[in-house]
Structures are given as structure tokens and as C-alpha cells.
T-cell receptor, first 113, second 113 residues
């Protein structure tokens, strides 16, 4: 079975600080994809960053980077120089070869001015 | 259209009624997903279409839920004999075949009173 676990229901950080959101997953597949999605109050799910499991190099997108630990099945998201616009729900997700995307329960992130 | 369109944006219905939720995917996207997101939770997989056929409907909670995609484009999620527990945001997403990025609509908030 494919599962995704986010153990931090809510986090708050000051603007310009760095914050790390945790995620662990479980899958029996050898090749899969991992994602972080952002969901602001508008409900629109926005892809923040993706990681292919067979790539050892951690993905980076501007201020967003991941720490992918395949053996530990860990996939954390680091947001550097956090901005007020980063306030949102963040969901970790995985996708196997069957193309089904499974989401975690989310972390509500507050960036404080 | 430019993005995934879901209608209506909000729907209030009485317990026991039948509802239809519509999803208009991005043109050319053959893969289409339906998710249900309860308050404070992550999106829960319902069904995945590849073209006109349901490739995976393992997430449909019971036989009151049904989805169709007759021409491989627009999809309709149908809920019979609605219950208060069906109240949630229903999200639709679409992607190109084999792509790892799914684009989400803004969802339909269903409230059963």
C-alpha cells in the first residue's frame, strides 16, 4: 500500500526565516515520484516541487528545496527566506507507476510578519 | 480553457438528494482524477480516468458515488442519496499521459444539509 505521513499539523515561523516541513512515505515500488503541493485559501492546489525517486540529487526550485532520503523514506521540504505569501497548507504526495497520487494530511504553515 | 474548470464552485443540497459535479480538464489531458477533501484533511483519492475509461475507481467510498467521462474530456461525478458525511470539497485534476504534474481545479464545495 502507498501511504504518506505528515506529522506536523501546524507550524509558524517569522518572515525571512527558514522552515522545514517533514514527510515520510511508504511504497513497495522501486520507481516513484514525490511531490510537495501548496494549497492557499483559494483551494487551488499548486505544485511546488517534485522529486523522481531514481534521482539521488535533491530537487530545488528557487527558495524551495527538498531533502530526499530514500532509504529512510523521508522527503522534507525546506523553504528559505520565507515570505508572507508562503502561508498556506502544504501537502506531501507520492505517485507510483499506477499514476495514482496519494496525499498526506497536510501541514498548515503560517508566516508571521 | 487555460486551466481545469470545476462547476459549480459551491453546491448546497438537502440530505437524500442527487448531485452532479462537473470537471472540464485542460485540453489534451487524457488523465483525469477526482479527489475528496474533508475539512482539515488531505485530498483523498476517489477515481482516475485514462481517456474514457476508469483506470482505477478503488477510492469511491460506496455505490452512491459514480463518475463518467463519456468522450474522454469532461467528467461528471455523481452522488446519489447524499448524506451529511458527503460534505467536502471535491477536487478534479488532469494531466498529459505519463506526465508527473497534475493540474488541479479550484474544487466544488459540497454542503449537504
Amino acid at each position: 500500500a502507498q501511504t504518506v505521513t505528515q506529522s506536523q499539523p501546524e507550524m509558524s515561523v517569522q518572515e525571512a526565516e527558514t522552515v522545514t516541513l517533514s514527510c515520510t512515505y511508504d511504497t513497495s515500488e522501486s520507481n516513484y515520484y514525490l511531490f510537495w503541493y501548496k494549497q492557499p485559501p483559494s483551494r487551488q492546489m499548486i505544485l511546488v516541487i517534485r522529486q523522481e525517486a531514481y534521482k539521488q540529487q535533491n530537487a530545488t526550485e528557487n527558495r524551495f528545496s527538498v531533502n530526499f532520503q530514500k532509504a529512510a523514506k523521508s522527503f522534507s521540504l525546506k523553504i528559505s527566506d520565507s515570505q508572507l505569501g508562503d502561508t498556506a497548507m502544504y501537502f506531501c504526495a507520492s505517485m507510483n507507476r499506477d499514476d495514482k497520487i496519494i496525499f498526506g494530511k497536510g501541514t498548515r504553515l503560517h508566516i508571521l510578519p | 480553457g487555460a486551466g481545469v474548470s470545476q462547476t459549480p464552485s459551491n453546491k448546497v443540497t438537502e440530505k437524500g438528494k442527487y448531485v452532479e459535479l462537473r470537471c472540464d480538464p485542460i485540453s489534451g489531458h487524457t488523465a483525469l482524477y477526482w479527489y475528496r477533501q474533508s475539512l482539515g484533511q488531505g485530498p483523498e483519492f476517489l477515481i482516475y480516468f485514462q481517456g474514457t475509461g476508469a483506470a482505477d475507481d478503488s477510492g469511491l467510498p460506496n455505490d452512491r458515488f459514480f463518475a463518467v467521462r463519456p468522450e474522454g474530456s469532461v467528467s461528471t461525478l455523481k452522488i446519489q442519496r447524499t448524506e451529511r458525511g458527503d460534505s467536502a470539497v471535491y477536487l478534479c485534476a488532469s494531466s498529459f499521459p505519463g506526465a508527473t504534474e497534475a493540474f488541479f481545479g479550484q474544487g466544488t464545495r459540497l454542503t449537504v444539509v
